[in-house]
């Protein structure tokens, strides 16, 4: 069992209600990342029956330390792996789109405004310097099945080391509504761990994933933890049968002509 924890004093970290805890449940025998893990798994299970969805994606990414804040309509189909973004925001107009095998494996992206938009629709390596700019990682690592692979392949590593927190909220507050919260702490930077905290929130009805925030470890005793990732699924549609066109640039409804 994870360490559940009883809130008594309400804080608030990116809009999220946070807080101290004064009751937890005595610690487990086996290591405190194994019933997180098979929570990310059952999840993962209940991924692998989508074939589609649509989702409100919103992400933050510390980038050659710049941290690059994007909100975009995603569609996204598993099988082939297909990928359509709209951006809002300062990108706004934005679109993007990846097929895997087609293209030659390269993006597709039509720029809406500025400089860029006249030159129409270009493809891109998916790891070129002008994508790699504004991601941490490839698009082929985006979407909810792939974060909770992500994790899992992370924690299961981790898993074989000590130095380590682990504690369960049952009532984090985010947006109005309330979530399941795991979060993952090491308390000393090492090379093992990737990040210093981690923000797990799942959905009490779907068990699927909304928000994963990852936390670089301080600069100093006396500094906070350094934002590093941040992303977060809104109004996730799923299995929502998304035609062929959904990822074709010959859809009228985008601009990629």
């Not at 993962?44 to 909100?71: H, S």
């Not at 095998?101 to 006249?118: C, F, I, P, W």
């Not at 974060?147 to 130095?163: P, T």
């Not at 470890?217 to 500094?223: Q, R």
């Amino acid at each position: 069992m994870l360490k559940t924890c009883l809130w008594v004093i309400i804080g608030l970290f990116n809009g999220i209600s946070f807080g101290t805890h004064s009751v937890c449940a005595q610690e487990q025998k086996e290591h405190p990342l194994v019933p997180l893990i098979n929570i990310a798994k059952a999840s993962l299970e209940k991924m692998n029956a989508v074939k589609d969805y649509e989702v409100l994606f919103e992400k933050k990414e510390l980038v050659n330390g710049k941290l690059i804040e994007q909100q975009m309509l995603m569609r996204l189909r598993e099988e082939p792996f297909s990928v359509y973004l709209k951006f809002a925001g300062e990108n706004a107009g934005r679109e993007t789109l990846f097929v895997v095998g087609k293209n030659q494996n390269q993006l597709r992206v039509r720029e809406s405004n500025g400089v860029a938009s006249l030159v129409g629709t270009v493809s891109l390596a998916i790891d070129s310097a002008m994508v790699t700019a504004e991601n941490r990682h490839p698009i082929t690592r985006i979407g909810v099945k792939n974060l909770l692979l992500l994790l899992i392949e992370r924690w299961e590593l981790e898993s074989k080391y000590g130095e380590i927190d682990v504690k369960y909220f049952p009532n984090a507050k985010m947006d109005g509504e309330v979530y399941d919260a795991y979060q993952v702490t090491h308390p000393v930077p090492r090379k093992q761990f990737s990040f210093h905290r981690t923000q797990l929130f799942i959905d009490k009805n779907t068990r699927l994933p909304v928000r994963v925030i990852n936390l670089g470890f301080p600069a100093s005793p006396d500094s906070n933890p350094v934002l590093i990732e941040d992303y977060a699924y809104k109004n996730l549609k799923l299995n929502v049968g998304l035609p062929d066109v959904a990822f074709s640039e010959d859809n009228p409804q985008y601009s990629f002509k």
